[in-house]
Nanobody
Framework: VQLQASGGGLVQAGASLSLSCIAS????????MGWFRQAPGNQRELVAM???????NYADSVKGRGTISRDNAKNTVSLQMNSLKPEDTGVYYC??????????WGQGTLVTVSS
């Protein structure tokens, strides 16, 4: 499976941003999908995760500001982030767990939030 993310960029604090990711490959059977981020000097951390059934989990830092969604038929996952803060800055990585291939990460997309 390959993951291609898009939607990063430079935004001002308080703005909104939407990230999208599409998984491609042959005979995919994808379970969890999600987003992680890594700020400079920090470890990669979970932002949000969604199961195939649509159950979601969010980092405390984005609860109430982020919404993760997926389209199982298209193998896509999206993240809508509102009221962005400078501390949301980082490289955002798309994640997918394919049932035969295991965990896969996208190449990352940079989100920069200016104050």
């Amino acid at each position: 499976v390959q993951l291609q993310a898009s939607g990063g960029g430079l935004v001002q604090a308080g703005a909104s941003l939407s990230l999208s990711c599409i998984a491609s490959g042959t005979d995919l059977d994808i379970g969890h999908m999600g987003w992680f981020r890594q700020a400079p000097g920090n470890q990669r951390e979970l932002v949000a995760m969604i199961t195939w059934q649509g159950n979601t989990n969010y980092a405390d830092s984005v609860k109430g500001r982020g919404t993760i969604s997926r389209d199982n038929a298209k193998n896509t996952v999206s993240l809508q982030m509102n009221s962005l803060k400078p501390e949301d800055t980082g490289v955002y990585y798309c994640y997918a767990f394919e049932m035969r291939q295991g965990a896969t990460w996208g190449q990352g997309t940079l989100v920069t939030v200016s104050s």
